[in-house]
């Protein structure tokens, strides 16, 4: 009778290890799909949509800046002369460091969703994180590239010395804000709490970019659209009609 209980006792230990274990892997599925809320792009205005992506425009610009020296370099000669925006198509139209690193950052960002120290990011855009989609990216880049027409302001230059940060933010896409969430980029990873424990270390964290905050910090990002009456970019119609309540884009944390 013992040789029979002992083996029955086994299996059903082992089956109630691998039922745990299911459950458990079942409970950090569902905890990923929800951080990285997935959306779908009825549940956007095109007002939102824009917004969205520049934010997102801009914090992928940031990681590029943060970890190759080339897109470094090709950001600081556009930069030369007082000069403090870049069109986005210069670059990333042609073959690059900066636009090979950006659309290395952009499938890391969206097909994967978390890559090195990067906890914090900017609200999901409509095309999904992390979700193992090859589209996503191919929509991203296409949506900003050749369906908009956007611009990088830095209003104070960049600066790669000592221990340096790097802060992004978007447009909000309407005249009455004077400010907008973004994402700060520490040198190092820092601490970061969540659920009331401090064991996560984050590269990003949240920050409210303000007129203040500009004036305070140095290598600040902001993703926003431009007008452009001549020949439209890729073929798309930059008038921006649709936005006239924004007279100027530029007036938005003009430093």
């Given at each position: 009778?013992?040789?029979?209980?002992?083996?029955?006792?086994?299996l059903?230990?082992?089956?109630?290890?691998?039922?745990?274990?299911t459950?458990?892997?079942?409970?950090?599925?569902?905890?990923?799909?929800?951080?990285s809320?997935?959306?779908?792009?009825?549940e956007?205005?095109?007002?939102?949509?824009?917004?969205?992506?520049?934010r997102?425009?801009?914090?992928?610009?940031g990681?590029?800046?943060?970890?190759?020296?080339?897109?470094q370099?090709?950001?600081a000669?556009?930069?030369?002369n007082?000069?403090?925006?870049?069109?986005?198509?210069?670059?990333?139209?042609?073959?690059?460091?900066?636009?090979?690193?950006?659309?290395?950052?952009?499938?890391?960002?969206?097909?994967?969703?978390?890559?090195?120290?990067?906890?914090?990011?900017?609200?999901p855009?409509?095309?999904?994180?992390?979700?193992?989609?090859?589209?996503?990216?191919?929509?991203?880049?296409?949506?900003?590239?050749?369906?908009?027409?956007?611009?990088?302001?830095?209003?104070?230059?960049?600066?790669?010395?000592?221990?340096?940060?790097?802060t992004?933010?978007?447009?909000?896409?309407?005249?009455?804000?004077?400010?907008?969430d973004?994402?700060?980029?520490?040198?190092?990873?820092?601490?970061?709490?969540?659920?009331?424990?401090?064991?996560?270390?984050?590269?990003?964290?949240?920050?409210?970019?303000?007129?203040?905050?500009?004036?305070?910090?140095?290598?600040?990002?902001?993703?926003?659209?431009?007008?452009?009456s001549?020949?439209p970019?890729?073929?798309?119609?930059?008038?921006?009609?649709?936005?006239?309540?924004?007279?100027?884009f530029?007036?938005f944390?003009?430093?």
């Open positions: 009778m013992k040789k029979i209980v002992i083996p029955l006792l086994l059903l230990c082992i089956y109630s290890c691998q039922k745990e274990n459950v458990l892997e079942e409970e950090e599925i569902q905890t990923t799909a929800k951080r809320g997935f959306s779908t792009l009825d956007y205005s095109p007002r939102e949509i824009l917004e969205i992506n520049l997102w425009t801009a914090y992928i610009a990681s590029v800046l943060r970890n190759d020296t080339g897109a370099n090709q950001v000669l556009l930069l030369q007082g000069n403090n925006t870049i069109k986005l198509h210069q670059l990333l139209e042609n073959n690059t460091a900066f636009a090979n690193e950006f659309l290395e950052q952009t499938n890391f960002y969206l097909l994967i969703g978390y890559p090195n120290h990067d906890k914090t990011r900017p609200n855009p409509p095309q999904g994180i992390g979700g193992g989609h090859s589209n996503s990216a191919a929509m991203f880049i296409n949506y900003i590239l050749n369906n908009q027409c956007i611009e990088l302001y830095f209003p104070k230059s960049m600066s790669y010395s000592l221990n340096y940060n790097i992004t933010t978007g447009h909000p896409m309407n005249a009455t804000d004077d400010s907008n973004g994402i700060i980029r520490y040198f190092n990873p820092q601490l970061m709490t969540r659920n009331g424990f401090q064991d996560i270390f984050s590269t990003t964290h949240d920050v409210t970019v303000t007129d203040a905050y500009v004036q305070s910090n140095d290598n600040i990002i902001i993703a926003r659209p431009y007008r452009n001549d020949t970019i890729g073929g798309t119609d930059c008038n921006y009609t649709q936005y006239n309540d924004i007279q100027h530029t007036d944390l003009e430093y």
